[in-house]
């Protein structure tokens, strides 16, 4: 059967013939973002792994908050809770879970119906018209809940044909679906893999169902990895763009993880996201209870660099809930319950001009910045690169509320992005939570705690920039090693980073602390 | 002959587009086995699918009011007292 082809598989010619799905196909595609001579910062700045790109992956990804790490400055994306059942057990997941205070995957306030979905999401681009993508995420697994996930597509891509559609699962159904997603105009797909060895998936998943029965232990991940490698290699000579999320699980598949990273590259992923767990006890998982513990932000970040000679690395994830609605890192799905959408009128034509109005002006500020970017190289390039001395790497931490710039003030960041500055350049390393130093207002009671909190997260900086900062934070906070900055409100953040970085040259920190670094070695 | 849901179901949907008798309806506040339908797959599976998939122990139970699927045959999480 001939179906319209909405999907752009058709302009995606490929660098090469696929000479066998799964055999490196993509192999150039990759090799661009980390072999050139790009790769250390030579061009001002790593964290721009887009700029990288082909062109016609760029155009695909560069609005996608949850594919670009720049995008995610200036895009939302939301997800609409239609897909309750799953067909697998995760031992980081509990299916009692509903809570309004929570913000992980798994978890959702409200159950929709397609066509509840569909009048959700169409409230959200019209009100938010940065909101540039729907994904369904879950609750359970999008592709075991196939009728109602893929009537929820098909309405949006009549109603909605703005807004990119997305979807992730863990792969079981995945080989029996491509077909269908390809029909929709999905072209961003989500795996989570994580493990290629069936003795490491029997730690990690106690069942799946199959064939009409519930199959437990090795022979469960056994089917469950060829089925997640199997759809990644459909998917990928479909031309659909394919993310890796893989659970980083401190010594189960902490050391694993590297040789997956290599395998779905090789296949023709484009982006290896790993996450930490998440195993409080009270969320009543099976790791939670057993006292399996989480990875500490060093060792993400360890695993994260070990991979990334190999791999296109997300590290701007904020492992959303399944109805999240907002820029990453915020949440604003209150503002969405499905008796609130009912009281909307939405004229979506009307809604899709203003759309577009939008979309173009934050696409004219992104790409003059790319120009900008590009020309400085050039004047690099003409003037040639003068010899500057290495100067260790810094971290600094940046609070902001999105548009790339530091306009957050201290007291009410509930997150921190985390760059390194280095003489090479700078790269995003990736955000650590906190609670807010102060809400404002009456809330301050605990501030003391919550700034306890924040210096915690922090360790390891030693800036800190922020559109404000107050007085009594101020102290703590340089008794703890990180200058607090509010000199640079406002201003873009690889700006503010690099000047920043300048100064502390200049002052000769970057030898001074160095020297006391090799004495304490 | 016939299985039923019961309270701690979470109302997930994953039983019900597997009965074979179309058995499982939605119902408030959770899903429910119509009992004159329910066949427990005789004929149709060799297990109870809607048993085969819940992701709940104890959340059905058989024509003896046994679970199904007894506490930790699941998950792994050892019985607690509640």
């Given at each position: 059967m001939q179906l319209p082809v909405i999907n752009n598989t058709a302009s995606f010619p490929l660098p090469n013939p696929l000479p066998q799905a799964g055999e490196g196909a993509n192999e150039p595609l990759h090799g661009t973002s980390n072999s050139g001579g790009c790769s250390a910062g030579s061009c001002g700045s790593t964290d721009d792994q887009m700029n990288h790109l082909p062109e016609h992956i760029r155009e695909k990804v560069f609005n996608h908050p949850c594919y670009s790490e720049e995008a995610h400055h200036y895009f939302a994306r939301m997800h609409v809770a239609v897909a309750p059942a799953c067909n697998i057990q995760c031992n980081y997941c509990n299916r009692k879970y509903d809570c309004a205070n929570e913000s992980r995957p798994g978890v959702v306030s409200e159950l929709h119906h397609p066509v509840q979905a569909v009048k959700k999401v169409l409230a959200v681009a019209a009100t938010i018209p940065q909101m540039t993508v729907l994904g369904i995420a879950g609750p359970g697994d999008p592709l075991a809940n196939p009728e109602r996930t893929f009537e929820t597509f098909r309405m949006l891509s009549e109603q909605a044909p703005d807004i990119k559609l997305c979807v992730s699962t863990n792969g079981l159904s995945l080989p029996d679906n491509v077909e269908e997603l390809a029909k929709y105009n999905i072209d961003h797909v989500t795996i989570t893999i994580n493990c290629v060895d069936p003795d490491v998936g029997a730690q990690i998943y106690p069942w799946i169902f199959w064939k009409n029965k519930r199959i437990k232990g090795r022979e469960a991940a056994e089917i469950l990895i060829a089925q997640q490698q199997k759809g990644l290699e459909m998917l990928v000579a479909k031309g659909i763009l394919v993310k890796v999320n893989s659970v980083l699980i401190p010594g189960v598949n902490d050391k694993h993880l590297e040789e997956v990273s290599k395998i779905v590259k090789a296949k023709g992923a484009f982006l290896h996201n790993v996450m930490p767990l998440i195993s409080e006890a009270e969320h009543g998982t099976y790791y939670g209870l057993t006292g399996q513990r989480g990875p500490t932000n060093e060792e993400l970040q360890a695993l994260q660099d070990a991979c990334e000679g190999d791999m296109n690395m997300m590290r701007h994830c904020r492992q959303c809930r399944a109805d999240a609605v907002g820029l990453l890192g915020e949440d604003r799905g209150s503002e969405f319950t499905m008796d609130k959408v009912e009281q909307m009128e939405i004229n979506y034509p009307e809604a899709m001009k203003m759309r577009a109005e939008v979309h173009a002006a934050i696409n004219e500020e992104l790409e003059s910045k790319r120009l900008a970017k590009e020309t400085k190289v050039q004047l690099v390039s003409i003037q040639g690169l003068k010899p500057k001395a290495v100067t260790r790497p810094v971290l600094m931490a940046v609070a902001t509320k999105g548009n790339g710039v530091i306009n957050e003030h201290f007291g009410h960041a509930s997150e921190f992005l985390i760059y390194e500055a280095s003489s090479e350049g700078m790269r995003f390393i990736g955000h650590r939570k906190t609670k807010p130093y102060c809400e404002g207002g009456d809330t301050c009671g605990d501030g003391e705690s919550a700034l306890d909190t924040t210096l915690r997260v922090l360790a390891g900086c030693e800036v800190v920039l922020c559109s404000k900062v107050g007085y009594e934070p101020w102290g703590p906070l340089e008794a703890a090693g990180i200058q607090p900055n509010g000199e640079h409100a406002m201003e873009p953040i690889e700006d503010a980073v690099l000047k920043v970085y300048e100064e502390m040259r200049a002052a000769g920190k970057l030898a001074e602390k160095q020297a006391v670094q090799q004495k304490v070695a | 002959m016939s299985l039923e849901i019961i309270e701690s179901c979470t109302n997930c949907w994953a039983c019900e587009p597997l009965c074979p008798s179309k058995a499982i309806y939605e119902a408030k506040p959770h899903f429910l086995i119509d009992p004159d339908k329910c066949t427990e797959c005789a004929g149709d599976f060799e297990v109870p699918q809607c048993a085969a998939i819940c992701p709940i122990e104890g959340a059905i139970l058989n024509e003896d009011g046994v679970?199904?699927?007894?506490?930790?045959?699941?998950?792994?999480i050892p019985a607690q007292t509640a």
């Open positions: - | 679970p199904m699927n007894p506490p930790g045959s699941l998950t792994g």
